[in-house]
T-cell receptor
């Protein structure tokens, strides 16, 4: 298996449910990301993990809880979501080169996404 | 603040013709990277091409080329010999040149439809 995989591909949940999204990368990268893509809005960065430490959190509501147990796996735990949280959730990975700014090696590779619907 | 602008919500192109997708950016950094991604209806964001701010040559990857005009802060994607499979959303993104993380700023995208 290659690249970045995400499961499930589709998820429908009620506002009181608890679910988790899973992302796995097979590229040997050391950084992983969660993005949210809502209709007619640019991709929004939610969380960044580099070397398994969370280094960025763009003020995401606490009903989204990330977990990065190792450099290959990333989870997004969901609880008491709202209908406006319905979106495509994309995971990405990259090889963090530190401060070699603007390098192609920083390219982020994305998974296929989980399309989430909150009822 | 960094910003990416894609002014074309949608574009049509005839199969086998070339098409240019516009992207302008705004940054005060001297060092930055520009990326183009393709997103088919399946949802996956597919990396297409990269241009570094210090690269003197325009980037090319197969049928994709990037028309980089640094003074105008534009990084337009040119797709030559369009194919039906090129129909998708296309996103321009920029990596800031400083900071603790590899952070991409995305534009709103352009929906390309290739007609037979």
């Amino acid at each position: 298996e290659t690249g970045v995989t995400q499961t499930p591909r589709h998820l429908v949940m009620g506002m009181t449910n608890k679910k988790s999204l899973k992302c796995e990368q097979h590229l040997g990268h050391n950084a992983m990301y969660w993005y949210k893509q809502s209709a007619k809005k640019p991709l929004e960065l939610m969380f960044v993990y580099s070397l398994e430490e969370r280094v960025e959190n763009n003020s995401v509501p606490s009903r989204f809880s990330p977990e990065c147990p190792n450099s290959s796996h990333l989870f997004l735990h969901l609880h008491t979501l709202q209908p406006e949280d319905s979106a495509l959730y994309l995971c990405a990975s990259s090889q963090d080169q530190g401060r070699l700014a603007g390098g192609r090696t920083d390219t982020q590779y994305f998974g296929p996404g989980t399309r989430l619907t909150v009822l | 603040a960094q910003k990416i602008t894609q002014t074309q919500p949608g574009m049509f192109v005839q199969e086998k013709e070339a098409v240019t997708l516009d992207c302008t950016y705004d940054t005060s950094d001297q060092s930055y990277g520009l990326f183009w991604y393709k997103q088919p209806s399946s949802g996956e964001m597919i990396f297409l091409i990269y241009q570094g701010s210090y690269d003197e040559q325009n980037a090319t990857e197969g049928r994709y080329s990037l028309n980089f005009q640094k003074a105008r802060k534009s990084a337009n994607l040119v797709i030559s010999a369009s194919q039906l499979g090129d129909s998708a959303m296309y996103f321009c993104a920029m990596r800031e040149g400083s900071g603790a993380t590899n952070k991409l700023i995305f534009g709103t995208g352009t929906l390309l439809a290739v007609q037979p």
